[in-house]
């Protein structure tokens, strides 16, 4: 996958990716497999928001239609953020990395 300019990130995304290389260089891991690592980690975090979003619209139950019978059905965006959360998390781990609990949204970045 293409490296993500940092024009195309959010002030908060870009504090995260440049902690998250800090903390490869201190361990000696700043190569291009483990920056790439760190890319793919802002894509599914890019990937979290947008679902979070979908979610926030959608609400957790979707109208569905079926045989002409209207009922409800679950956001499917639910599960997928739930997935892609869980994989973040893991994905910190292999890499032996935390998240800088100092680093805070700024207001603009907030969703």
Not at 72 to 82: I, M, P, R, S, Y
Request: hydrophobic residues 30%.
């Amino acid at each position: 996958m293409a490296w993500i300019a940092d024009k195309e990130l959010s002030t908060y995304q870009k504090r995260i990716r440049n902690d998250l290389l800090r903390q490869l260089e201190q361990q000696g891991k700043d190569t291009s497999y483990y920056r790439d690592m760190v890319n793919d980690y802002i894509v599914m975090m890019r990937t979290r928001d947008q679902l979070q979003e979908k979610i926030k619209d959608l609400g957790t139950m979707v109208p569905y239609s079926s045989n002409g019978v209207k009922t409800w059905k679950k956001n499917d965006a639910v599960e997928q953020f739930n997935k892609t959360c869980d994989r973040m998390a893991k994905h910190l781990d292999f890499l032996g990395l935390k998240p800088d609990e100092t680093l805070k949204e700024d207001e603009d970045d907030a969703l």
